[in-house]
């Protein structure tokens, strides 16, 4: 059969069934977890705009929306974060956000000077 975007064709039953949300193309569906919470396989081929698969695995994200555990870093693809975390940001963002956050109290600052 012909892949079509978004789809897979299930030759158990012969027409197309969905890719998930995530994909671009798939090979089958996706394998969810025991009790259907969470996705464990997406079985990606190709990932849509703006969606990179995660190292070893057949999983898109996007950009934004790492998996727990990851951050999203600009050369397209995932790192891990620390064992003892749950989430992270990569560190260039922290220091930006620092940055970010010091030049508006600065701003503010000669908005708004103090009068003695």
Known sequence: MVP???YYYDENFKYYR???KSCKTCSKGPKYSF???DIEEMNCIQCPQDFYKLDNTNNCYHKDNPPKKYFFKNEGIFS???E???TCIQYKKI???IIAYL???IIYF???????
């Open 95 to 97: 220091i930006y956000i």
């Open 80 to 82: 891990k974060c620390y």
């Open 35 to 37: 009790d259907n919470s």
């Open 4 to 6: 079509r975007e978004g």
């Open 103 to 105: 030049v508006m109290k």
């Open 18 to 20: 969905k890719c998930s």
């Open 110 to 116: 000669f908005k708004n000077p103090l009068i003695a």
């Open 84 to 86: 003892s975390c749950m």
